[in-house]
C-alpha cells in the first residue's frame, strides 16, 4: 500500500510537471505559478521549485511575490545561480536597483559564461544612472555571445547617455571646462551609440527600440536626413510608439517642415495633451502662422511640464513683443539668453527693450548679438 501511494505521488507529480512545462510554453505564467504552488503544497519542495516560481511570477509581473519565493530559494541555497539572477532582475523592476546589484554579481561569479547577469547589471546600472559601468557591462555581454541584439542595443542607449552627460557639462561651461574636449568626447561616443545600434537593428531587424533610439542619436547629432527614416522604421515596426511619432515631428520641426510636423504632434497630444515638448513645438508653429493666443496656450502647457524648456520661453517672448507687453517679453527672453545658439534671443530682447524705452539695456542686447553672430560667423 506504502509503494502505491508514492507511486501515485510521483506521477501527480509528473502530471504536474507536465501541465506547468504546457503553461509556460503558452506563455500563460499565472497558470505556471499556481501550479508550482499546488506541486509544493503537495510536498515536492525545493530551492530550485521555489525559484521556478518565482522567474513564473517575476514573467507574470506579480514582482513582490516572486522576491518572496526568491529570498525563500537564497536561504536554502545561496549559491542558486536562476534565484539570484531573476532576484536581481526582479528588484530592479520593484525600483531597487541598489538591492538588485549583490545578486546580479552573484550570478556573474557563478556564472561567469553567459551573458544574462551582464545584461541584468546593464540594466541595473542605467537605473542608477551609472551609465559607465552600464556600458561596461554591456560590452562585456557582446563579448561573450556577439550576435545579442539586447547586448549591443545596451551598448547604444550607455554611449548615447554618455555623450549626453559630456554635452550637458560643455553647455554648463565653467572656467575649469574644456568645452570643446568635452564636445569632441560626445561625439565620439555619439558614434560609437550609431555603430552599436546598428548591429542591433542587423540582428533584431523586427524590434522598434533600436530604430527610435538610432534616430534619436542621428538627430541629437544634427543628422536629421538619416533621422526621419529610422524614426519612420520604429513606427513601422510598433505603430503605437508615442516616442517614435514625437522624435519625427521635432526632426521635421527643426527642419522648418511645420506642415510635416503637424499632424505627427496632434497625434501625440490627443493621447497626451500634456506632453511638454509636443506642445513647446506647436506652440512655435501656431505663432509662426499668427494664431498667438493659441500659441500662448499651448506653450504655458509646456512650461508647466517642463519649466526649463527654452523654446517656449522664446514663443512667449515673441508673442509678448507682438501684443505690445515688452516688459513680459524681457521677463521670458531673459530666462534663456545663456543658451542662445545664434544671437536670435539677444535680438528679440533688444527690440523688447527698444519698446520698452530702455535704451541703455537695448544697446547691451544689440552689442551681444553682434558678438554672437560675428562669433559664429564663417571667415
Do not use: C
Not at 507511486?7 to 500563460?28: C, K, M, P, T, V
Not at 545561496?78 to 545578486?103: I, M, Q, R, W
Not at 554611449?159 to 554635452?167: G, I, P
Not at 521635432?250 to 503637424?262: E, I, K, P, S, V
Amino acid at each position: 500500500m506504502l509503494a502505491l501511494s508514492v507511486s501515485l505521488a510521483h506521477a501527480f507529480a509528473d502530471n504536474l510537471a507536465g501541465e506547468i512545462r504546457s503553461a509556460q510554453s503558452a506563455g500563460d505564467y499565472q497558470k505556471a505559478a499556481k501550479l508550482y504552488r499546488q506541486l509544493i503544497a503537495e510536498g515536492t519542495d525545493s530551492p530550485e521549485v521555489r525559484s521556478n516560481l518565482g522567474i513564473m511570477l517575476h514573467l507574470a509581473g506579480s514582482n513582490q511575490e516572486a522576491m518572496d519565493q526568491f529570498r525563500i530559494a537564497l536561504r536554502q541555497k545561496p549559491a542558486l545561480v536562476s534565484a539570484n539572477l531573476f532576484g536581481g532582475l526582479t528588484e530592479v523592476d520593484l525600483g531597487a536597483p541598489k538591492e538588485a546589484l549583490p545578486l546580479l554579481k552573484k550570478a556573474r561569479q557563478l556564472d561567469s559564461g553567459s551573458p544574462a547577469p551582464l545584461l541584468g547589471l546593464g540594466k541595473a546600472y542605467v537605473a542608477l544612472r551609472d551609465y559607465g559601468l552600464a556600458n561596461e557591462s554591456y560590452f562585456k555581454a557582446t563579448q561573450l555571445n556577439a550576435r545579442l541584439a539586447e547586448a549591443w542595443y545596451g551598448v547604444g542607449i550607455t554611449d548615447r547617455s554618455l555623450a549626453e552627460q559630456r554635452l550637458n557639462k560643455a553647455a554648463r561651461g565653467g572656467p575649469s571646462v574644456d568645452q570643446q574636449a568635452l564636445r569632441n568626447e560626445a561625439n565620439d561616443l555619439l558614434d560609437r551609440a550609431l555603430e552599436a545600434l546598428k548591429r542591433a537593428i542587423e540582428l533584431d531587424p523586427t524590434s522598434a527600440r533600436p530604430h527610435l533610439i538610432l534616430a534619436e542619436s542621428f538627430s541629437e547629432a544634427g543628422r536629421l536626413v538619416d533621422a526621419i527614416p529610422e524614426f519612420e522604421a520604429a513606427i513601422k515596426q510598433d505603430s503605437k510608439l508615442d516616442a517614435a511619432y514625437l522624435g519625427l515631428a521635432t526632426a521635421y520641426w527643426r527642419q522648418g517642415q511645420f506642415q510635416d510636423a503637424l499632424p505627427l504632434l496632434k497625434r501625440v497630444l490627443a493621447s497626451s495633451p500634456q506632453d511638454p515638448e509636443a506642445n513647446a513645438m506647436l506652440a512655435d508653429i501656431l505663432e509662426h502662422d499668427g494664431e498667438d493666443a493659441a500659441a500662448k496656450q499651448h506653450a504655458g502647457i509646456a512650461l508647466a511640464g517642463n519649466p526649463d524648456l527654452m523654446q517656449a520661453h522664446v514663443v512667449l517672448g515673441r508673442v509678448y513683443l507682438a501684443e505690445k507687453h515688452p516688459q513680459l517679453a524681457i521677463a521670458e527672453l531673459r530666462k534663456v539668453l545663456a543658451a542662445d545658439p545664434d544671437g536670435s534671443y539677444h535680438f528679440l530682447l533688444f527690440r523688447a527693450y527698444k519698446e520698452a524705452g530702455d535704451e541703455k539695456s537695448a544697446r547691451a542686447a544689440l552689442a551681444d548679438f553682434q558678438r554672437l553672430r560675428h562669433k559664429d560667423a564663417k571667415p
